[in-house]
């Protein structure tokens, strides 16, 4: 007993506080508040977090490049999707604008990237490092210029003005030809160039491998930004606003400055999608960024988990994986067609799948995808018992 | 020398006095309670302090500052905390994040830092957080400690409610009713809070309530209100001796 305790006692100054070790089966016992605080506090998200992002880097060797650049899009998608979560699930701006935004992304970058004083608009700046921020940053003025719409409006009606901005941009971006190509042309978009390597030719690896592993990483980057971002002071504050407005403000939350910051910032993770989504394949058409998209991007918010990182992450990879499958539909059921001329076609049955995922996800689980995984996760903890 | 000073302040909705011609002074670490029917304008005055309700007429001088004019967040960051009649928590929040919120003023971090969560930011987070467990251990929350607040009971939600304008560490503390709806027991121990904020942190408060029993016992002068009128100021003891005050209560021959 006396051997234990000058032992622990002695060990005091040894390990400040919150170097020391967990004991092993004690992964709630915390002994400082750094580990408290921590992103991933237990050991068992630490073991899992790492040998998920080891299974999505090999998959770069395993899967066919085709599913590679599906995949690619996915993680591109994600990263928007994480966006529209930040304004409309953190601080409860319901926004349907999110396509116009990517919109501005994509044509940022494109106009950066594409070769100068040819077809269309460029500025010959075909380096990501340059373009994807500049796409980033175009796209969040403009969030910004939008916020101040948010201040005087709520809930539908912030819905339904923000709907506005994707009438408004599908209109510009059709007539703008000299930027956009027009309607049915496009042009072709940003360049992903990493010092003076064009990714999206075969190099080291095949091009889709390249992407996938820029897009991968870029997609890690993000999604932590906007983690530390949610546990951060502006997170609270986001929350803050979305649950109780007048509350907020009374504790010291300024509420036109922090609806414009997540307005900004969401807008700015918009953009870089857009740049970076439409790179992938090389060409961007006006026609993409309908009504449509919004909703693409509401269905993963809403499937995957309101308020959750992770959940937009597995909402933009399971809408995005459904896609291939609808795809093939014309060869299982020949009543859909692949024709868009055609009625019924897949795109329409896609947007009836989106629309009906919504129904079912806010009605048997509105925490969406991460919901599920919360209950699987606490029926095995206490496994075989049932409570 | 006076924390807040009220002068004359007259508000009215279209019509109707809500607040009209009220003049108060809180000392520095005086327990003041506002006292009056349902509709006196007791929650309105609060309102007005808070920078919600902008008043038509009147002062209002917080440490030497005008109040009058300021946005809500503003007058915040200048120290002066509320809680609500009805509790305005942030539901979906747990109790640590209710109350780490209470800081936001004290922090001084941007963006940037927010996002990679590094050096200042990350320093800051983790200072607050051990002042917040103060507040946790003062208030007796560590049971619920990670629970949304949405869950609790609601006379735990009261005291999340005031330990968040704790956080904000406050230099005058307003508690709307904040024993409405209470048992006995949790009447209690709101009344054994109240009286540790203001004699160990030294905080004055501005108590509005309807359990005169609670009232008259803890405050040190008392105003009282009816249709916004200001019908008597003074200790506990005169203004039950009041014959004004009756009449507002029970209603009077005149």
């Known amino acids: ?100 935004f990517v919109a501005i992304g994509a044509y940022t970058a494109a106009a950066v990237s594409g070769p100068r004083g040819g077809e269309h608009l460029g500025l010959g700046l075909a380096e990501i490092w340059i373009w994807l921020p500049a796409a980033g940053l175009v796209a969040a003025l403009f969030g910004v210029l939008v916020a101040p719409l948010a201040t005087r409006l709520r809930g539908l009606y912030l819905a339904v003005v923000t709907l506005g901005l994707v009438f408004l941009g599908e209109h510009v971006f059709k007539e703008w030809d000299h930027l956009t190509g027009g309607p049915g042309v496009g042009r072709e978009a940003a360049v992903p160039q990493l010092f003076g390597l064009p990714l999206d030719q075969d190099g080291f690896a095949t091009k889709e491998q390249q992407l996938y592993v820029l897009m991968l990483v870029l997609l890690i980057v993000f999604a932590v930004a906007a983690r530390n971002l949610a546990r951060s002071r502006i997170g609270r504050a986001f929350s803050a606003i979305r649950d109780r407005d007048i509350a907020a403000a009374v504790i010291g939350v300024p509420l036109t400055r922090y609806k414009v910051l997540a307005f900004g910032i969401s807008s700015f993770y918009a953009g870089c999608a857009g740049g970076l989504f439409y790179s992938i394949s090389g060409y961007v058409e006006p026609g993409s960024f309908s009504l449509l998209l919004s909703v693409q991007f509401i269905a993963m918010v809403l499937i995957g988990g309101v308020a959750t990182v992770s959940g937009a992450i597995a909402g933009a990879l399971f809408i995005s994986l459904l896609q291939p499958i609808t795809r093939s539909l014309p060869e299982l059921l020949p009543i859909v067609s692949a024709d868009t001329t055609v009625t019924p076609n897949v795109f329409q049955v896609e947007t009836v799948l989106y629309g009906l995922l919504i129904i079912l996800f806010l009605v048997f689980e509105p925490r969406g995808l991460f919901g599920i995984w919360i209950r699987v996760r606490t029926y095995w903890k206490s496994w075989p018992f049932s409570y | ?104 003023c004290h922090f001084g971090y941007g963006t940037l830092s927010a996002i990679a969560w590094f050096g200042r930011a990350r320093r800051q987070e983790l200072e607050a957080r051990a002042r917040i467990e103060d507040i946790i251990d003062f208030l007796e929350l560590a049971a619920w400690r990670r629970h949304p607040v949405r869950l609790l009971p609601y006379g735990i939600q009261k005291r999340v409610e005031l330990g968040r304008a704790l956080a904000m560490e406050p230099r005058l503390l307003l508690l709307d009713e904040p024993v409405a709806g209470m048992n006995l027991e949790e009447t209690e121990d709101m009344a054994r809070f109240v009286l540790d904020i203001r004699d160990e942190l030294g905080i004055p408060i501005v108590l509005v309530d309807h359990d005169m029993g609670l009232v008259m016992d803890l405050a040190d002068r008392v105003l009282v209100l009816d249709f916004g009128r200001q019908v008597a100021l003074g200790t506990p003891a005169e203004v039950q001796r009041d014959p004004k005050v009756i009449e507002a209560y029970l209603g009077g021959t005149a």
């Open chain 1, 1 to 100: 007993m006396t051997d234990t305790r000058s032992t622990a006692k002695a060990e005091v100054p040894d390990t400040p506080a919150g170097r020391s070790r967990r004991p092993r089966g004690r992964p709630l016992l915390y002994t400082s508040y750094t580990q408290d605080m921590a992103l991933l506090d237990t050991r068992a998200k630490k073991i899992w977090t790492g040998l998920l992002v080891l299974l999505a880097l090999s998959l770069s060797v395993v899967l066919a490049d085709r599913s590679l650049e599906v995949l690619a899009g996915a993680y591109v998608l994600a990263i928007g999707a994480i966006g529209l979560n930040i304004v409309t699930g953190y601080a409860g701006q319901v926004s349907l604008g999110h396509a116009f």
């Open chain 2, 1 to 104: 020398m006076a924390v807040l000073t009220v002068e004359d302040v007259g508000l009215s909705f279209a019509g109707v006095r809500a607040i009209d011609g009220v003049s108060f002074e809180v000392g520095p670490t005086e327990l003041f309670a506002v006292i009056g029917p349902n509709g006196a304008g007791k929650t309105s005055i609060f309102n007005v302090l808070s920078g919600v309700y902008r008043p038509q007429r009147g002062k209002v001088v917080f440490l030497e500052t005008e109040l009058l004019g300021r946005r809500p967040d503003e007058i915040a960051a200048m120290g002066l905390a509320r809680t609500f009649q009805n509790v305005e928590l942030f539901h979906n929040l747990t109790v640590l994040d209710n109350l780490m919120l209470g800081r936001h």
